[in-house]
């Protein structure tokens, strides 16, 4: 066979070894081949009187060889048909599987857009999880045909075997009495035969057994097989649980981000609220503040008004001589006798350096001289002694300097 030559493994094509995929039915040679693309089929001996041995080629899976015409591995159970489809299904789900960490890589920020990745993802779940029970199915069929194969072969097997003991029983008797030559006569063509006969039964037994041993490798590559199903449901059912998990998780979050997006709505409605409110106390504020300063304005207008009617009632002299003359005769009010007291006494004299009040209550005349007086207080309506309004009301007081004396227990 040619070195530079490979056969498919699946379709029997003839490859060249710089092939990577089968020019017939597309198949990747190192993912069959399991990454020995330059595997060849072993040819068996060849004898000069039997026909052609038929080809070999490896098992992809486990690396027994078996005829190139095989539709199955005798050693781990594969049919390689059905091999290849699910390798091309498995690459084809890896392809799946690179799209599923993009979307789980979803910026957190857009709820809505995680939501859809997460169903995505789960729909993707349940997509593989449809192909694995048709696949398993596929199985199924694929087995009860093997099994089906098997039966008929040991029917075969057994119908030759009794074919051969019923020659041998009947062609017995007839050999013992007569010696012939084994080399010649009709014996030697039937002896011929039923070794013939013995060696097909004989094949036939390997076969049966290689059938037996290929049932019991299936048998456990089913429970295998069984057990990899069952851990790929419960991961895909734990995948779904997750998936939905996320999914309830981001619900709620979205429920979450709308109740605080009302709640600041909420905020701010009442800020804007509080905000009229304390705009509408601040316009009441100045409006009572302009109200107090037009009342201010007008009170120092009115203020401003009496003083030019009391200055115009009473208006100052230029001494104090001429300030008092106008009062002599009068009853004023004066601290004469305690200098924190103001009383009633008559302005008796008012001369050029001095004044003179006559006391009505011992009648006693007191002069000061105008240097002595610490103020003069004159009104248009007269100045009342205190607020109360009960003391009497004089047209002028006057106050006068008193000089405190230390006695030994008091003061003068």
């Known amino acids: 066979m040619d070195d530079n030559i490979i056969k498919c493994p699946k379709c029997g094509h003839d490859n060249d070894s710089s092939s990577e995929e089968c020019n017939n039915c597309g198949v990747t040679l190192s993912l069959v081949l399991g990454g020995n693309k330059k595997n060849k089929p072993q040819s068996q001996p060849k004898a000069p009187e039997s026909p052609e041995p038929e080809k070999v080629q490896n098992c992809p899976k486990c690396g027994h060889a078996v005829t190139g015409a095989a539709a199955e591995c005798i050693k781990c159970g594969i049919i390689f048909s059905k091999y290849f489809k699910v390798q091309e299904r498995m690459l084809k789900e890896s392809q799946d599987d690179i799209e599923i960490p993009a979307l789980e890589e979803t910026p957190k920020d857009d709820p809505e857009q995680k939501a859809k990745a997460e169903k995505k993802a789960a729909e993707t779940e349940r997509r593989k999880e449809a192909a694995r029970k048709e696949e398993k199915a596929r199985l199924k069929l694929e087995k009860e045909e093997l099994l089906k194969k098997q039966q008929e072969e040991n029917a075969r097997a057994a119908a030759l075997k009794n074919a051969q003991d019923e020659k041998n029983t009947t062609a017995a008797p007839a050999e013992e009495p007569i010696e012939q030559d084994d080399t010649t006569g009709p014996d030697k063509a039937e002896k011929e035969r039923l070794a013939q006969l013995e060696k097909e039964a004989e094949s036939l037994r390997t076969q049966a057994d290689a059938l037996k041993k290929e049932k019991q490798e299936h048998e456990k590559a089913k429970i295998v097989r069984k057990a990899e199903q069952e851990q790929e449901r419960q991961d895909v059912l734990q995948k779904a649980q997750e998936a939905q998990a996320r999914i309830t998780a981001l619900e709620n979050e979205t429920l979450s981000l709308k109740k605080e997006k009302e709640a600041l709505e909420a905020a701010e409605t009442q800020r804007k609220k509080q905000d009229r409110q304390e705009a509408d106390a601040r316009m009441q504020a100045e409006k009572k503040e302009q109200e107090k300063a037009e009342t201010l304005r007008k009170e120092r207008e009115d203020t401003r008004k009496r003083t030019e009617t009391i200055l115009k009632s009473v208006v100052p002299k230029p001494t104090m001589k001429e300030l008092l003359k106008k009062y002599e005769g009068e009853a004023i009010g004066i601290?004469?006798?305690?200098?924190?007291?103001?009383?009633?006494?008559?302005?008796?004299?008012?001369?050029?350096?001095?004044?003179?009040?006559?006391?009505?209550?011992?009648?006693?005349?007191?002069?000061?001289?105008?240097?002595?007086?610490?103020?003069?207080?004159?009104?248009?309506?007269?100045?009342?002694?205190?607020?109360?309004?009960?003391?009497?009301?004089?047209?002028?007081?006057?106050?006068?300097?008193?000089?405190?004396?230390?006695?030994?227990?008091?003061?003068?």
């Open 335 to 412: 601290n004469f006798d305690d200098p924190a007291e103001i009383r009633s006494a008559r302005l008796a004299k008012v001369n050029e350096d001095h004044f003179s009040i006559l006391v009505p209550e011992n009648e006693l005349v007191h002069s000061y001289p105008y240097s002595d007086i610490v103020s003069i207080v004159e009104g248009a309506e007269g100045v009342p002694i205190d607020a109360s309004g009960e003391t009497p009301t004089f047209p002028v007081v006057i106050r006068i300097f008193h000089l405190m004396v230390k006695k030994k227990w008091g003061f003068i």
